[in-house]
């Protein structure tokens, strides 16, 4: 039987791979930056669909306890014009087959199916160096330090791992979200929450759009999006709410009030999420004892699809780890040999996504879009309306 694996990163896709080891008798250690599980808000909605992101949890054994924290309305999906006016109303009717949850539900859920001792809190990798015989040293910055059997790297987008396997790195691509709340939709904030309905909504032009989900506890989740350089984004000090409120509500001079309320009225400061991805065809050579799952491998523009891909890549992995366990390097070379033009072809989809949502046709594209998915149901695998569903803090 192979050493205990070692994962760096306690998001969805390193939790899935440490249940789906554990289903298995494999021990795994998970070293997770945070300092608990409450250390942060986890993020908003997510769309969890058939063929990956419910595909792992039924690996990893956990169909129920998905079943029971599902936003009963959630696939709602319409599209409005700049003016308020809905040009595209899909109802949820229960068969879209991309249920919604919260990702903090989610993560809850996978963090009590796991040994209670499997999470190192509070260890923040530092760097990583090459040990020997496939084994990795890894420097913690409290001083700590471990060295790795299998090492995966599930550490998102900035990944301290991938240096290891890659030297690509992430880069700006000319799109940025700001992410706003309005808490108490339907008695505080009527005409934003009438506007967004029971769902998710999206009203879009050519290089902006605002869009926004409905979440439990009557919450209306919003991103507005913009084609902005870098340096316009970081010339706002977001530091100062009300002026980078007003900054980014003065793009969408025009636009029908109910809309812009999802900018104006928020009642958290807006947080900036510049998008960066890795290339569409990312992919390495052979690394002796170390991969990566999730962001860490194959980050995108956000399309619904992040977190799915992420938690399929570690049943998969976990999956070929259990089908391999004393030729780790067989089961490595398996997993990615199959992780690598999924994910090649699921951002390739995202990109074109992104330009649906924010091109020189929008809101119209996205019309076309829906209209045609109707008729192609693979379409909706990913959705322009989740876009946000993936985006991480």
Avoid: C
């Avoid at 809850?108 to 999470?119: E, F, G, M, Y």
């Avoid at 990312?282 to 799952?293: E, F, I």
């Amino acid at each position: 039987m192979m050493t205990s694996v070692t994962i760096v990163g306690a998001g969805l896709g390193g939790l899935v791979l440490a249940r789906v080891l554990h289903i298995h008798g494999i021990p795994a250690t998970i070293y997770e930056a945070e300092s608990s599980a409450e250390a942060r808000t986890q993020g908003g909605q997510l769309d969890i669909h058939e063929h990956d992101g419910q595909a792992a949890l039924a690996a990893a054994g956990l169909v129920e306890e998905f079943r029971a924290i599902i936003h009963e309305g959630g696939q709602a999906t319409r599209v409005l014009d700049r003016h308020g006016g809905v040009l595209f109303e899909e109802p949820d009717n229960g068969a879209g087959g991309r249920p919604e949850v919260l990702r903090g539900d989610l993560r809850r859920i996978l963090l009590d199916a796991l040994p209670p001792d499997t999470i190192r809190w509070g260890k923040k990798l530092s760097s990583v160096s090459a040990f020997g015989d496939g084994r990795h040293e890894l420097t913690f910055a409290d001083g700590s330090v471990t060295i790795s059997g299998l090492l995966v790297g599930a550490d998102g987008a900035w990944s301290k791992v991938r240096p290891l396997l890659s030297k690509a790195e992430p880069e700006y691509i000319g799109t940025s979200f700001v992410e706003t709340y309005l808490y108490d939709a339907d008695e505080r904030h009527l005409a934003a929450a009438e506007a967004v309905g029971g769902g998710t909504m999206a009203a879009s032009a050519p290089g902006q759009a605002i869009f926004a989900h409905r979440e439990a506890g009557n919450i209306l989740h919003a991103y507005t999006a913009l084609n902005r350089p870098a340096g316009w984004f970081t010339a706002i000090d977001f530091s100062d709410a009300a002026a980078a409120t007003a900054r980014i509500a003065a793009e969408f001079e025009g636009w029908a009030p109910a809309l812009t309320a999802l900018i104006t009225k928020s009642e958290a400061a807006p947080v900036l999420r510049m998008l960066h991805t890795l290339p569409t065809r990312h992919r390495w050579s052979r690394v002796p004892g170390a991969t990566l799952l999730g962001d860490a491998a194959h980050l995108a523009p956000p399309a619904g699809e992040g977190a799915n891909l992420a938690m399929l890549d570690g049943a998969e992995l976990g999956a070929a780890i259990a089908a391999h366990p004393d030729v780790i390097e067989a089961a490595i070379a398996a997993y990615e040999a199959t992780m690598f033009p999924r994910s090649e072809s699921a951002a390739a989809d995202a990109h074109q996504i992104l330009a649906v949502l924010l091109g020189d046709r929008a809101p119209f594209s996205l019309i076309d879009f829906f209209t045609g998915a109707r008729a192609e149901p693979e379409k909706r695998r990913a959705s322009p309306t989740q876009a946000t569903s993936g985006t991480n803090p």
